[in-house]
């Protein structure tokens, strides 16, 4: 493992650096691996590169060339991505936990396979302990001591994009984001889920990979972490975990919150689906100008 210089690229990257408690003892990851078409197989990918970017701004880079003079360089390239997994105990991502969804014909219908899903595979094929357990609609980490926030489910709620940064960025990949809030992008403009970049030059590949990791630790830790500390007050309120909260939408949150309610009597009207009530008049409502702001 190497510990990198600060990335090369047209436009200086902001400082990376906080040790505010959202991010404190974490790191960014990003995993690159040759794009498949259709449903997962071992034989369609291979894992060639990662990045592990700390909140203190270190850079993490594995690169499957330094392992050339292994029997099996991937099984050694995923073991120490294992190895550095384990040193952080939070991690942060873009689009880590999706899954690919398919109809009954195979087709593809949305999303698209993440980081921890090929990992897992990866892990399954050489006979490695996977981190990661695999459900129906999104993959996380098995060990409950070990927390993981993708930031894509962050950054795609509508009380983040359109409540705190106004629709800044009109869609929620990680470069439409990155370039609206902080005016830098993606490496070179590529995007390894459509090109296979294990075909450029070396050093490329790992300009890239340690690129998507920066980013991910720069929205983590923009405006003192803002998005991150919003997601602490929804689950304050919600009365729910801060992690969960992350990684669900609003109606779960209020769902949550009503059922806390319930238990501790403050609300006593359960839901009755036969109830009507009796038809009356009623006056209009009075008209005000709303205020934009957080309520709680």
């Not at 889920?193 to 990979?209: C, F, K, T």
């Not at 919600?238 to 909260?245: E, G, K, N, T």
């Amino acid at each position: 493992m190497t510990l990198s210089a600060s990335a090369v690229s047209k436009k200086r990257l902001d400082r990376i650096e906080s040790d505010r408690p959202e991010v404190k003892d974490s790191a960014s990851m990003d995993l690159e691996w040759i794009p498949y078409k259709g449903k997962y197989q071992h034989e369609k990918t291979k894992i060639f590169a990662a990045c592990f970017c700390t909140n203190l701004g270190k850079r993490i880079i594995l690169h499957i060339s330094r392992y050339s003079d292994r029997p099996n360089p991937e099984r050694d390239l995923v073991e120490d991505i294992l190895f550095c997994i384990n040193q952080f105990p939070l991690t942060f991502g873009w689009y880590t936990t999706g899954l690919a969804v398919y109809d009954n014909k195979g087709q593809r219908i949305k999303g698209h396979d993440s980081d921890f899903f090929i990992l897992h595979q990866r892990c399954i094929l050489y006979h490695l302990k996977s981190p990661v357990e695999v459900k129906e609609t999104y993959a996380r980490l098995v060990d409950s001591n070990k927390k993981h926030i993708d930031l894509h489910r962050i950054f795609s709620k509508s009380v983040i994009q359109n409540g705190v940064f106004e629709g800044k960025y009109r869609t929620t990949d990680l470069d439409s984001v990155s370039q609206a809030l902080f005016g830098v992008g993606k490496y070179d403009k590529l995007n390894a889920g459509a090109v296979d970049i294990s075909s450029l030059p070396i050093e490329e590949q790992e300009r890239y990979v340690r690129r998507d990791t920066e980013l991910a630790m720069l929205l983590a830790q923009y405006n003192s972490c803002l998005a991150l500390r919003i997601m602490k007050i929804f689950a304050l309120y919600a009365q729910m975990d801060y992690y969960l909260v992350c990684h669900t939408d609003i109606s779960t949150w209020y769902a949550n919150r009503y059922k806390k309610m319930l238990e501790s009597g403050e609300c006593t009207v359960s839901y009755t689906p036969n109830y009507k009530l009796p038809k009356q008049r009623i006056v209009g409502g009075r008209h005000i100008t709303p205020v934009k702001a957080f309520f709680c």
